[in-house]
């Protein structure tokens, strides 16, 4: 096989197995809706089939095993995580390869995959994201960024889903609002958008000028002065006054994915309930809407279960099921 530098070329100049790697990343890109998978199945894939000099159909498990288990570019041993990262890369491409007939085997089968424990949670505590919000300035961009934070903080969803969200993905049901997703993996749904950061969104837009009701479907919940054709604020521009934030309120620096930690951590210090999480930030949270006694007994047969990611009491339709 040759170097996986071929990738970068156009379409038609590629040959033999780096068109099937081309056509695995693009499944990939369909099916997760995640480009930085995307990105980071890439690099490990030319690193891999760089190194190893050798087409799929030679390839060993005991050199998928040396390349796992390798030292990186740092020149350190890799942790757990990121030999389980590696292996199942690697073996979700000869995955592909075999449901397109192009491979008959998948060496990463014979590998044990090493055994990781689950971290605690390393979100912001209810103290910190008070801080956070505090710092805030009540400026539209200021306005607009708290509201991004609650938001991403209230729904736990991830950073890409949350900015990718437009006035067409919100909808009211009496006094509830409700937004359409669409997760990693393709997977679509839809849920309550708690009271707090609909307030929020809906503080901001005044401040820019806008209401929720009369504004184009296809508009950004998020407006910028830069954004054109509807478009909000990029993720990559919010990433640098978000760190501006954290430093201003005394915290560690870190990305925008420590809010859906955070998320996580504050529904676990509630007990799992998204209405305490606000209490706990000091985020005014109206009653709870009144429900059938069939629903509140689903609702106490399913306290005894895993408790659900999203901290959401909503039962969603998918595709004419219910999701509970």
């Known amino acids: 096989m040759t170097q996986a530098t071929t990738l970068a070329f156009p379409e038609e100049h590629l040959i ?4 099937a790697m081309i056509a695995f990343l693009v499944e990939k890109e369909r099916r997760s809706g995640s480009l930085r998978t995307v990105e980071g199945y890439s690099r490990m894939l030319q690193d891999f089939f760089g190194r190893v000099g050798k087409a799929p159909d030679r390839v060993t498990a005991q050199e998928i095993f040396v390349w796992a288990h390798g030292k990186g570019v740092s020149g350190k041993d890799p942790s757990p995580v990121t030999i389980g990262a590696r292996v199942a890369c690697v073996s ?3 995955r592909f390869l075999i449901r397109m007939d192009i491979a008959q085997r998948n060496p990463c089968d014979k590998l044990e995959r090493p055994r990781t424990c689950t971290p605690p949670a390393r979100g912001l505590s209810a103290e910190e994201v008070r801080r956070l919000l505090s710092v805030i300035p009540d400026t539209p961009q200021g306005l607009r960024d708290r509201a991004i934070i609650l938001t991403l903080v209230l ?3 991830r950073r890409t889903e949350v900015f990718r969200m437009t006035i067409g993905d919100l909808s009211f049901e009496d006094a ?7 997760g990693k993996g393709g997977k679509s749904g839809r849920r309550e958008l708690p009271r707090p950061a609909v307030e929020a969104i809906r503080a901001a837009l005044s401040a820019w000028g806008r209401d929720l009701g ?6 950004s919940l998020w407006p910028s002065p830069a954004a054109t054709n509807g478009e909000g604020l990029r993720s990559a521009t919010f990433y640098g006054r978000f760190r501006r934030y954290l430093q201003m309120a005394d915290l560690p620096p870190s990305g925008l994915h420590v809010l859906r930690h955070s998320a996580a951590k504050l529904r676990r210090d509630a007990g799992e309930s998204i209405e305490e999480a606000g209490f706990l930030i000091t985020v005014r949270w109206p009653s709870p809407a009144p ?3 069939a629903s509140k007994a ?18 969603e339709p998918v595709r004419g099921r219910v999701r509970r």
């Not at 033999?16 to 068109?19: D, I």
């Not at 509830?176 to 669409?182: A, H, L, N, S």
Request: aromatic share 16%.
């Open 16 to 19: 033999g197995w780096e068109r």
């Open 92 to 94: 979700s491409f000869y």
């Open 176 to 182: 509830t609002c409700f937004y359409d997703y669409r």
């Open 214 to 219: 009369h504004m184009s479907p296809h508009e």
């Open 298 to 315: 689903k609702k106490t047969r399913a306290g005894a279960r895993w408790p659900k990611p999203s901290g959401s009491r909503v039962r």
């Open 155 to 157: 729904t736990g969803r």
């Open 291 to 293: 429900t059938c006694a």
